[in-house]
């Protein structure tokens, strides 16, 4: 049964009371967190998500160099180092991390170039680049529009990877990270956006669009030490 209180209050107990073991239903075998387990014949991930999360971090990773931007570096540097803490304890759980950034148009680009270029540009960008750079096993996409979902393989991939629940960060709120969070729910899976991890060009714009996310979406906007994988 579902306790009592906020959505946010009970996004911290439905995190941390998952039933690990997880199997399929066809096969019955276990699914989960299986390092060095046979990966199933046409595969397309080598490992299975630790309590089917998974963990995304939009658009953090940048030139900066866009419409409204400088009002919107500001906000992205102070949610990185909250993000990089949630991450590191994502990594320590066992739950994938997913990196989904803007082509910005440039589609011979590539996601190891566009972090070589945000860091080289220093300042508080090549900061969040720094902080946040991703880990050898982390995985990345790079999306034409606002929606991590299109004209991506990311559906692909958390299917392969046995994902049912996310967890959205990034910036910025109103704009990417709701239009995932929107096509996330409407694939049926469990989404939750932790508003300190979260930003968009104004503090206005960012409390509008986690009041939307509550009450309108039903998407848990908790703080991320609730969070419990």
Known sequence: M??????????????????????????????GKHKGSVVPRGSLATERAAAGAAMLVID???RWDFVDADKLLPRARGIAPIIAR???RARAAGVPVIYANDNAGRWRSDFRTLIAEAT?????????????APDEDDYFLLKPKQSAFFGTPLELLLQHLKVDRLLLTGVASDQCILVTAAEAVMRDFEVTVPKDCVASQTAARNRLVLRQLEDFHNIPTTTSSRVRF
């Open 60 to 62: 953090m990773v940048s």
């Open 120 to 132: 080289r540009a220093g300042g508080p960008g090549g900061e969040i680049a720094e902080l946040l």
């Open 2 to 31: 579902k306790p009592s209180g906020s959505q946010s209050e009970w996004v911290s107990i439905q995190w941390k009371c998952r039933v690990r073991d997880r199997r399929n239903p066809t096969t019955g075998r276990q699914v």
């Open 86 to 88: 949630l991450k590191r």
